[in-house]
């Protein structure tokens, strides 16, 4: 049940409606593996920090059984750093700045010892160094799952095309969808998506839920309606990391199974975004986590009986 | 099970991306009798049209069980007409005329057969007219729905107030919910709006689906996947159809049961979408309606096991 997750781990400033921070720990791997390792440890990490990661956050994440031997530290240079504000409707947002520092020389290394994995995370990051990663495992995993976003079809859609043939599941948000496809239709999109390489696809919609295809099959699963929504900053990276977190655990990658992992997924990151950056997903319990799936069960659970 | 339904019978012109119709039958009224009477009969109608309205048509209305006698026909004038384009999305639609024609004088007379219905399904109409058919009812029904829109909030606020205080269960679409109670989040917005009298309130999203408050519970519906939304004109008065003509037929009003009536509704709205007008709502067969409902159970069903 070993997982390797890869991505960047980073700085944020975030501002939204209720509040702003000038600089909080971030980057899809690191949302990733705070989410997944309430299922599954240990969580093998492969990312790339400077000289001002601190060294409390690296060990909150070894405490949650994530291994850094793939995480390369540079002593010269300073980590990946975003800015942002949210608009109003907490569904779209502006980069106000993007400092690769370490990540525009980022080589990614599988140690040895994470040879083997049987499954595979690669969070959001420019393809060629997904593809690298994926280019280095000695055995096939299990499951591959490829986060991705509309940046990387701007700037590098033939590179992600050559990921996109390698992964077994895609995430991307509805819009991305639509962007990679050239079709409005979501139905149509997926069918388009699916015949680039990955068997299985995820649409995020954010307070709408998700959509789940495979062949024939879709699955729609709600969001949970929030009072308010604080932050969405790793919404997106910590429902990745709670959907592959439950595969891994159950080893189990059916389409009946992926439909829980979504929910958990869901579940997850219905706690991201309650409070600013990560810090919630620290604070969680496992009682936690399953009260809020039973949450979700209720929220869809009817009867139909026809007559 | 005897059902009530007051609203618009009218001609509609419109253009979507997918054709154009510059006639075709259509109102509030007319959309929620084709839905209904698939699970109850009588519909008693309540509604006004001119001497341009084909005999045909309320023929057809009359052979599936809906009664005319609340529908007023105004020889020296022509009905209500409507014209509207609808964006790429499908979700946006610019109003492009709006005839009142009979509408104008219209003033709604519940006849006497009408009265002692157990259910009544108030259609998109100005709310004076709404709340003149509930003052005529000399037994308050079972349960009174009401749908409305954007428009009404923004011409007749204080009308609409008057009825929300009258009414059971309130349907608006996401923007409307927003407006009507100036919150954002639509938790908050459903508790501000049913502190506006309304038990319960459903709020639509179109292709992301439907949720239904109540005191503190909510549930969430999906709604089809579709590959295409060829025209989405009715689509909510078909839901409203679906949703009461379930109720009425089950005679049940509980949380639960508006559930399933709430997949009811999204079923038969999904049928409206896929032709002009209408005329997908005539072709249906109980047959079509229990196998859509049964697509709707495959697409959110899910197993938990919190292990």
Redesign the interface.
């Known amino acids: 049940m070993s997982l390797i997750t890869v991505g960047t781990m980073a700085f944020d400033a975030i501002e939204t409606p209720f509040g702003k921070v000038d600089k909080i720990v971030g980057g899809s791997a690191t949302y990733v593996a705070y989410a997944a390792s309430n299922f599954v440890q240990p969580i093998q990490q492969i990312s790339i920090i400077g000289n001002d990661f601190p060294k409390e956050e690296l060990d909150a994440l070894t405490s949650r059984g994530v291994k850094l031997e793939g995480v390369e530290m540079v002593p010269d240079k300073k980590s990946f750093f975003w800015s942002g504000k949210y608009h109003?409707?907490m569904n779209t947002r502006d980069t106000l700045v993007t400092d690769l520092n370490v990540l525009a020389d980022f080589n990614p290394i599988v140690p040895d010892s994470y040879q083997g994995a049987e499954f595979l995370m690669l969070g959001n990051l420019m393809p060629k160094l997904q593809l690298s990663v994926i280019n280095q495992l000695k055995t096939k995993p299990k499951l591959i799952v490829m986060d991705t976003m509309n940046f990387w079809m701007d700037v590098a859609l033939d590179d992600l095309k050559e990921v996109l043939k390698r992964v077994d599941v895609l995430l991307v948000n509805d819009s991305e969808a639509r962007q990679l496809s050239g079709e409005?239709?979501?139905?149509?999109a997926a069918r388009n998506i699916m015949a680039m390489g990955p068997k299985f696809l995820i649409i995020k919609?954010g307070e709408?839920?998700a959509?789940l295809f495979h062949e024939n099959h879709?699955?729609?699963?709600?969001?949970l309606?929030?009072?308010?929504v604080f932050d969405p900053t790793g919404a997106g990276d910590t429902f990745a990391g709670g959907f592959i977190g439950h595969l891994a655990k159950t080893k189990d990658i059916s389409f009946?199974n992926m439909?829980?992992a979504i929910?958990v997924g869901s579940a997850l990151a219905s706690f991201c975004v309650e409070k600013f950056g990560p810090e919630r997903m620290k604070e969680i319990t496992k009682a936690d986590i399953?009260s809020r799936?039973?949450a979700?069960?209720q929220?869809?659970?009817?009867?139909?009986?026809?007559v």
């Open positions: 109003l409707d409005f239709s979501l139905v149509k919609k709408h839920g959509l879709v699955f729609v699963a709600p969001a309606p929030l009072e308010e009946e439909k829980t929910i399953d799936i039973a979700f069960v929220l869809v659970n009817f009867e139909i009986d026809l």
